[in-house]
């Protein structure tokens, strides 16, 4: 039965891909998702140290602000190929770099 769905599928040629001059850039190193029925949404989110929070012996942030920088919101099919396409492209950082770090237990 899947093979059935796969092959009654319409397919898509892209031509070209154009991108704006000014395309927007963020740099995130958070992200948060909210989800309805319709649509799937993710905030991208900047964390940085609260200034005062910085142990000065270690250098480590007891404390945050969270900067949110944008949102995207998706169907839930474009979601999954997204949450597809990002798993692939951890795999291949993995094999080129290495294992990926573990988050603190407290992240």
């Known amino acids: 039965m899947p093979d ?9 040629r892209l031509e070209k891909l154009f991108s704006p001059t000014s395309l927007p850039t963020f740099y995130a190193n958070n992200a948060r998702v ?6 799937i949404r993710v ?20 404390s945050a602000n969270l900067f949110e920088l944008c949102s995207v919101i998706m169907s839930p099919e474009c979601a999954q190929a997204l949450a597809q396409g990002l798993a692939k492209a951890a795999d291949t950082y993995q094999e080129k ?9 407290d992240m």
Do not use: I, W
């Open 97 to 105: 770099f290495g294992k990926l770090r573990t988050p603190p237990p």
């Open 34 to 39: 909210a989800v309805s029925f319709h649509d």
């Open 4 to 12: 059935e769905k796969k092959e009654n599928q319409p397919t898509v």
């Open 43 to 62: 905030y991208f989110v900047e964390a940085r140290p609260a200034p005062a929070s910085l142990e000065e012996s270690a250098g480590v942030p007891s």
